[in-house]
Every structure is written in C-alpha cells, then in structure tokens.
C-alpha cells in the first residue's frame, strides 16, 4: 500500500493534506512533515486545517500558507486525510472532499471507519508520524530538518513524552534518526512542555477547583467553561494538557474533561491508565480514539451531560 501511494505521488501534481479539528501535534507535524516532502518533489501541496495552529505549535516549521476555516475547493490528484478516524474530523464540507480527488485516509485511531480510497491503519502504531515515516522511507524521501523536526514533535507529544502505552520501540527508533537529521529533543520539549502563557495557569486553577472523583477515586472529572475562559482571556488552545494533568492523580483509572462549547454542547475528552478503553465508552456517544486516548461531543445541558457520562461509567 505505501507503494501505491507512492505511486499516487509520483503519477500526480496536485495534492491536498489535511488533519482533524482541534489539531494536536501529531495531526500538525503529521501534516506538515508530508508537505515538506511532497514540496522537495517539486509537487504543489496544499494544507487545509478548519482550526489555526495552537500556540503551543507554532515553532513547527510550516508552509508560507494553510487555509483554514473553509475548504479550498479544487481537483486534486489526491486527499490526504491524517489522524482521522472519520472524516467528519476534518470539520465542516468533509462530505466535499471524496470529490476533490481520492480521499487517501493514513490513521492510528482503532475506530477508523477506512473511509478512503486507499486506507493505511496501524493501531498499534504510536502516531501517524509513525506511519508517514516508513511511507517517506518507501518513496527513499529526503529526512530534511524541516521533516524531521515535524515527525519527532508529532511522536513526542502522541506518546506523552514517551510515557503512554503506545510508545513503542518504532518511536524511540525514528527520533533517534530526526536528532541525527539535527532535531533538539531539549529544544521541543520546551517549547511543548514550557512555553505556556500565564494566562494558560489562571485558567488550570479555575479548572482544578472543578475536580470531583468517583467510584472511591477512580474516576476524576473536571470542567472548563465559556465563562472561565472570559475571566481568564483564554480559549480552548490553553486547555492541551490539562486531563492528563488531572490523570496524574494517585489511584484516578479515568480522567474526564468536559469543556463547554455552548449551554447545550460539550466536548469531552477522556484519558486511561489502566485497562479501561475509553474509546468504546466514547464510541456511545458517537466519537472515538484510542484504548487509553479519546474523545466525543454530547449535546445537553451541564447536568444532563454529566448525567449521561456518570450512567456510561455506571456511576451511583
Ligand atoms: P482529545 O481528547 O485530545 O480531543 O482527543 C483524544 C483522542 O481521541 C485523539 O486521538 C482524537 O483524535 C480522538 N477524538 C477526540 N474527539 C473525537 C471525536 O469526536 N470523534 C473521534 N472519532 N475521535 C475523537
Ligand atoms: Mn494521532
């Protein structure tokens, strides 16, 4: 399949690459390591994130222009979707893009709905940076600084620093060989882990003091709303971090942040230590993710929304 890809490449000009809503940094680094390589082939690329890069990203080398909040509407030679386990991740006007060009669908999620023409899924791949790489190994791409730096920041921050269950020995491999093609693993981890406004802290406090637990500990739940984020001049860009934060609690199997989109609309995004697959649990209400990674949208006031969670982790 990497051949066949490899081969859609080769045989075409015009490419568009985009990722999820909300990107993090695999979806970021995934989409801009495949730019710059695509780019080196003399190819016309082009990257499409409904979302602008978070704060915390932007010291990732990236093309001179991305497009955001609309679709750019063209024939493509090809669609590359990355980190998407469906494509309604990509955001509004998804259902366009199979007629933009063969939807090429590259993803590490276990709920891929292989929506693609072509469907490259690893689950047991640490990140879809993973995956890109043996891609570009395929095609004998140049590992230029610019790719290196993307792939080795999307492993990075995929793994939790190399500390969740899908680091794997591919991780450890490849951003050894990026550090050779001249990335600082120093320098990434500051600008990920230590580069936070002030701001990003007045709002984890007004989230902290939220925090209730369930099922003798088990089970850590916090919120984040519209309001906090008014008081503080923040948006959901600060909020990275802040449930594997509230997963750092002795005994917590399941951390659960809900963050308040409207009244009647919140994102939930919930992180496992243990056994516990939040993807199912997720998967009930329509989104999806990984074992101990995952995510969902459920409409509903406050009250009914937690209501509904607290009955899918049969909470008394
Ligand atoms: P996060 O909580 O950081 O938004 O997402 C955690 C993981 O779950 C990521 O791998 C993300 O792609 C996935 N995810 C988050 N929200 C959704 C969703 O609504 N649907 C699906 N299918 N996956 C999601
Ligand atoms: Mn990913």
Redesign the pocket.
């Known amino acids: 399949m990497f051949r066949e890809i490899r081969d859609i490449i080769g045989n075409g000009e015009r490419f568009l690459i985009t990722a999820?809503i909300?990107p993090?940094g695999d979806a970021l680094g995934s989409v801009f390591s495949l730019y710059w390589v695509l780019d080196s082939l003399r190819k016309q690329p082009c990257i499409y994130l409904r979302d602008r890069v978070p704060y915390m990203y932007e010291f990732l080398p990236k093309p001179p222009q991305v497009f955001h909040g609309e679709i750019p509407e063209d024939q493509y030679d090809a669609v590359f979707a990355l980190?998407c386990?469906?494509l309604f991740?990509v955001g509004d006007g998804y259902e366009k893009l199979k007629e933009m060009g063969p939807v090429i669908n590259i993803d590490h999620?276990t709920?891929n709905e292989t929506f693609g023409i072509v469907n490259i899924i690893d689950a047991g791949a640490s990140s879809v940076a993973e995956i890109l790489y043996r891609l570009y190994k395929t095609m004998k791409a140049t590992m230029s600084f610019n790719v290196a730096i993307n792939l080795y920041t999307a492993i990075f921050t995929d793994t939790g620093s190399f500390r969740y269950s899908n680091t794997n020995s591919q991780a450890f491999l490849i951003c050894e060989e990026m550090t050779k093609s001249g990335v600082s693993p120093s320098y990434v981890a500051q600008m990920v882990h230590e580069n936070h406004p002030k701001e990003r802290f007045l709002l984890l406090g007004l989230v902290l003091a939220t925090l209730e637990t369930h099922k003798s500990d088990t089970i850590a739940m916090a919120m984040v709303t519209q309001d906090m984020f008014r008081r503080t001049n923040t948006s959901k860009e600060h909020t990275e971090g802040f449930?594997e934060s509230v997963k750092e609690i002795r005994g917590v199997d399941v951390a659960v942040l809900l963050r308040e989109i409207t009244g009647s609309q919140y994102?939930i995004?919930?992180r496992s230590k243990g056994n516990t697959d939040v993807a199912s649990i997720?998967n009930l209400f329509?989104?999806?993710?990984?074992r101990n990674?995952?995510?969902?949208?459920i409409n509903g006031t406050i009250r009914e929304v937690k209501d509904r969670l607290k009955e899918a982790f049969k909470i008394e």
């Not at 329509?286 to 990984?290: E, I, K, L, M, P």
């Not at 990674?293 to 949208?297: H, R, S």
Request: a negative charge; aromatic letters at 0%.
């Open positions: 999820h909300d993090d980190d386990g469906n991740r999620h709920t449930v994102k995004s919930m997720c329509g989104g999806g993710g990984h990674a995952a995510g969902c949208t």
